[in-house]
């Protein structure tokens, strides 16, 4: 899979954040981390996909939400440090596409 293609998460932060309404960067799943701090973590750490769900405009609670992320191992390592919410599930995962990583996910 190349940048930029698929559910990669590449390209600038705030181009990304940019396209969305301001209120999304806060959403959080529960007990994760906020929206906005994981597409930080993101870019700045390099290949993280994240995972979780939108909900439409039509809808008077429109938000996106991730609540988890794909990684290689060597950087999901690095996301402890940065986030003291400590994810309900965390190991190692055969992903279809992505091959092996680690997936983080907060419920």
Not at 4 to 29: D, E, F, V
Not at 75 to 85: D, F, G, K, N, V
């Amino acid at each position: 899979m190349s940048p930029g293609q698929g559910p990669g998460l590449y390209g600038k932060r705030s181009k990304l954040l940019a396209l969305l309404p301001k209120k999304h960067a806060g959403n959080r799943q529960n007990d994760a981390p906020s929206f906005g701090e994981l597409v930080i973590w993101g870019t700045e750490l390099g290949k993280v996909w994240l995972h979780g769900y939108r909900v439409l405009p039509c809808r008077a609670d429109e938000r996106i939400t991730a609540e988890g992320f794909y990684a290689p191992k060597a950087t999901a390592e690095q996301l402890p440090a940065r986030c003291s919410l400590e994810p309900n599930e965390y190991g190692g995962e055969n992903h279809p596409t992505l091959g092996t990583v680690m997936r983080a996910w907060w419920d």
